[in-house]
C-alpha cells in the first residue's frame, strides 16, 4: 500500500532553537519528495524537492535530506524563528508517468519566543 | 501570473443543504486537484481532473463530486451536508507532467 507518514504530529521549540522532521514513505516507483510548508489559514507551499539522486538539499535555514534505500527523509530547521510556526507536509510523486501526489498528515511545528 | 483562485474564502452551511465551491488554476495548468483538511486527519485526496475528465479519486461518498470545464476551471459540490463536512477544502493546480502542485487559499466551509 502507498502510504507517506510524517513524525512528530507535533512539535514545540523555543526560538532560536534547531528541530529536525522526519517523514518515511513506501511507494513505487518513487519519482521525487517535496516537503511543503503551510501557515495557518493559507495553502501549502513548497519549500523543496528531494529526487532519488539526491542525498541533502538546502533552501536557507531549511535543509532536506533523502535516503533513498531506506524511504526516509527528514526536514531540519536552523535557527528556528517565529515565523517557522506552521503544517509541514511531505508529498510523495509516484506512479511513474501517472504522476501521482500522496500527502503525510504533516507535522504541526510552534516556535515559542 | 496569478496563483490558484478559490471562491468562497468562508461559508457556513447547515446540515442537509448542498454546497459548490469554485478554483480558477493557474494560467495554463490544465490539472486541478481537491483536497479536505482537517485537523488531525492532514490533507485527503478527493480527486483530480485533467481536460475536464476526472483522473484520480480518492475515498469519499458520492456526495462529493467535482467538475472542470474548458478553460481548466472546476467546480467541486457536496451535497447533503454532514457536520463532519466541516473542513478546509484546498484546490492545487499543475502544469503537465510537472510534480509540483500549487495550492489556493482554500475554503473554510463549516456546517452547523
Known amino acids: 500500500k502507498n502510504q507517506v507518514e510524517q513524525s512528530p504530529q507535533s512539535l514545540i521549540i523555543l526560538e532560536g532553537k534547531n528541530c529536525t522532521l522526519q517523514?518515511?514513505?513506501?511507494?513505487?516507483?518513487?519519482?521525487?519528495l517535496r516537503w511543503y510548508k503551510q501557515d495557518t489559514g493559507r495553502g501549502p507551499v513548497s519549500l523543496t524537492i528531494m529526487t532519488f539522486s539526491e542525498n541533502t538539499k538546502s533552501n536557507g535555514r531549511y535543509t532536506a535530506t533523502l535516503d533513498a534505500d531506506t524511504k526516509q527523509s527528514s526536514l531540519h530547521i536552523t535557527a528556528s524563528q517565529l515565523s517557522d510556526s506552521a503544517s509541514y507536509i511531505c508529498v510523495v510523486t509516484y506512479g511513474g508517468a501517472t504522476n501521482k501526489l500522496i500527502f503525510g498528515t504533516g507535522t504541526l511545528l510552534a516556535v515559542q519566543p | 501570473k496569478a496563483g490558484v483562485t478559490q471562491t468562497p474564502r468562508y461559508l457556513i452551511k447547515t446540515r442537509g443543504q448542498q454546497v459548490t465551491l469554485s478554483c480558477s488554476p493557474i494560467s495554463g495548468h490544465r490539472s486541478v486537484s481537491w483536497y479536505q483538511q482537517t485537523p488531525g486527519q492532514g490533507l485527503q485526496f478527493l480527486f483530480e481532473?485533467?481536460?475536464?475528465?476526472?483522473?484520480n479519486k480518492g475515498n469519499f461518498p458520492g456526495r462529493f463530486s467535482g467538475r472542470q470545464f474548458s478553460n481548466s476551471r472546476s467546480e467541486m459540490n457536496v451535497s447533503t451536508l454532514e457536520l463532519g463536512d466541516s473542513a478546509l477544502y484546498l484546490c492545487a493546480s499543475r502544469d503537465q507532467g510537472a510534480t509540483e502542485a500549487f495550492f489556493g487559499q482554500g475554503t473554510r466551509l463549516t456546517v452547523v
Open positions: 517523514c518515511n514513505y513506501t511507494v513505487s516507483p518513487f519519482s521525487n
Open positions: 481532473y485533467f481536460s475536464e475528465t476526472q483522473r
